[in-house]
């Protein structure tokens, strides 16, 4: 990813074919998308990349099987047949995982309908999933799942979709759109608007940290704000009318040595479904939806949250007796969704819509972000529509279904686990140490190991070295700016050990300091920054 200063300093000079504004999911497909059909792209984000909705997600990549109960098969058509693609693009970031949907005698949904849509669900995956789906009998849904409610339990269906690194697949997507030629920058502000006949012809920008201002000149522009759509738009244009209905989601994590799952189970609660989700390192719970009205960047996880799903998980799982005492972590984010008039907010539709006012700005909002990619592709042919003919042709066709990462297709994954025992032979390294970074970088980590060598003697142990290793990489290839960025964003820390990693937060933010030109105090400030963000959090969950 091009380096910061030299992005802004283009940003200042130069004149773009778009500018998009917002760092997330949506911002960096399309980004990308642009970028790789050879249009000059530069997009700007007001906070860190993916600080928004695209790392609070339920970090599911999936069809959305409870869609078909809305009949809304393109929707989970469309999903399926992303999903499947991401396991090619993204296979250290997007991974097959097995789901539990039990059913229950007097449920919502009878057995009979739950077959169908399950026929339904491996027919539009056009039978491409990594296992087709099958029903468990009472008997062999308790061998699996011994703590799971059996007392009238019919039965259980068991299908596959994907769990996913959201906020490292916004990352690896706009390293990609770099690489393509795009100019990306965080903690940029667009502060306002000039317009010239009627037409947005350049931003007003301003750069956070040093809170100078710019003008960033482009000949269209794209907004992928998400749940803000409706804050920017009135920034920028006096009439504008809202066009979203924003929607809370929490999520709880849990140890997996405390809540033992080894497969995700779909637990219906009231009108919508709750995830139980394990991952590589912890369980994560949710998720929630209300109505949320308030600032996005405002949102976090209540005491009716937690309790709330800690009373799914109960009704589901009485015997793992899980109390707010083993959580480790909680999150929450807001969903763009349009507002289209459904009576409630799990009613309302997950289908994008993308729309250009005539003075020159488009706007994207809502859908899922198993879907970003194709998305974001309908986002640039929308605005190509703005440019002439001979643009357009030469324009026509990007290079999105090639992987994010050249270091990382799905064959040199299999080569890093392979070349991680020689990693660590020859650099004296625990195997799981570079097995891990392996698993997450593919072969792209043998240069983050050689990166964080000189680092090496002055950490604890080779746990704290990796996180070490992680933190450059991140700064070299992910404009990671901060300590809390670091955490909150480019790593499980938080979410998944008891102690929060805060254990290494010394030995990280010495590393990152040098890096970075932070002397004493700004070590301490950092430090000092996350620990209070950590506080604000996980306040709900925090007075145990």
């Known amino acids: 990813m091009n380096k910061r200063a030299s992005a802004l300093e283009k940003m200042r ?38 600080s928004g909705t695209s790392s609070r997600s339920s970090k599911l990549i999936h069809g959305g099987i409870r869609y078909l109960e809305n009949l809304e098969f393109h929707l989970v058509f469309e999903a399926l ?7 090619e693009m993204a296979p250290h970031l997007v991974h097959p995982l097995r789901f539990l949907l039990p059913v229950y005698e007097g449920g919502r949904v009878p057995a009979w309908k739950m077959g169908l ?8 995956s056009l039978y491409e999933a990594p296992e087709l789906s099958e029903f468990l009998d009472v008997q062999e849904v308790h061998q699996e799942f011994p703590a799971l409610e059996t007392q009238l339990l019919e039965g259980a269906f068991a299908y596959y979709d994907a769990y996913m690194d959201d906020d490292r697949l916004v990352l690896e997507t706009l390293r990609s759109a770099c690489s393509h030629g795009a100019v990306v920058a965080n903690y940029v502000k667009a502060t306002g608007a000039q317009l010239a006949n009627q037409r947005v ?38 009439d504008w009318k809202k066009m979203l209905r924003p929607s809370k989601g929490v999520h709880l994590t849990f140890s997996k040595s405390r809540f033992q799952l080894h497969d995700a189970v779909v637990m219906a609660a009231e009108s919508r ?41 109960d009704r589901y799982f009485p015997g793992a007796k899980i109390t707010r005492k083993d959580i480790i972590g909680c999150y929450a984010g807001v969903r763009p969704l349009i507002d289209d008039g459904a009576a409630t907010e799990s009613k309302t539709s997950r289908e994008h819509l993308i729309w250009t006012d005539p003075r020159a ?9 198993t879907t970003y990619r ?6 640039v042919e929308e605005v190509l529509s703005y440019f002439s003919l001979e643009e357009r042709a030469r324009w026509a066709h990007g290079q999105t279904l090639e992987p994010l990462n050249p270091l990382v297709s799905e064959n040199l994954l299999e080569r890093a686990r392979s070349e991680a025992r020689r990693w660590a032979e020859d650099w004296q390294l625990p195997e799981s140490v570079t097995i891990a970074l392996a698993e997450r970088h593919g072969l792209e980590a043998e240069k983050i190991i050689e990166q964080a060598l000189p680092v090496r ?9 990796m996180w070490c290793a992680e933190a450059l990489h991140a700064i070299t290839h992910t404009m990671c700016l901060s300590l809390t960025d670091f955490y909150l964003r480019r790593t499980h820390l938080i979410l998944a050990r008891e102690d929060h990693g805060l254990t290494f937060v010394p030995a990280i933010a010495q590393v990152m300091g040098e890096r970075l030109g932070w002397d004493g105090k700004r070590q301490n400030d950092e430090i000092n920054a996350l620990q209070n963000q950590l506080n604000w959090e996980l306040h709900a969950t925090l007075s145990r």
């Open 13 to 50: 000079q130069q004149e773009f074919d778009i500018a998009i504004i917002g760092g997330g999911i949506t911002g960096a497909g399309v980004a990308r998308d642009a970028a790789s059909r050879g249009l000059k792209v530069a997009l700007v984000e007001a906070a860190d990349f993916a």
């Open 81 to 87: 047949s992303e999903r499947q693609r991401l396991f």
């Open 117 to 124: 849509g399950m026929m339904a669900y491996d027919a539009l």
């Open 201 to 238: 012809t350049s931003l007003e920008c301003e750069d956070q940290l040093t809170h100078t201002k710019f003008t960033l000149t482009a000949r269209h522009f794209v907004s992928t704000v998400g749940p803000w759509t409706d804050l920017l738009g009135q920034k920028l244009f006096r």
């Open 273 to 313: 479904i709750v995830f139980a989700i394990p991952r590589h390192e912890m369980v994560i719970v949710g998720t929630t939806d209300t109505d949320y009205p308030g600032d996005p960047a405002e949102v976090r996880a209540e005491e009716d949250d937690v309790r709330y799903i800690l009373k799914v998980i």
């Open 361 to 369: 700005v488009t706007f994207v909002a809502g859908g899922k972000y």
């Open 374 to 379: 194709n998305m974001a592709q309908q986002t």
């Open 457 to 465: 003697a002055r950490c604890k142990d080779p746990e704290e070295w």
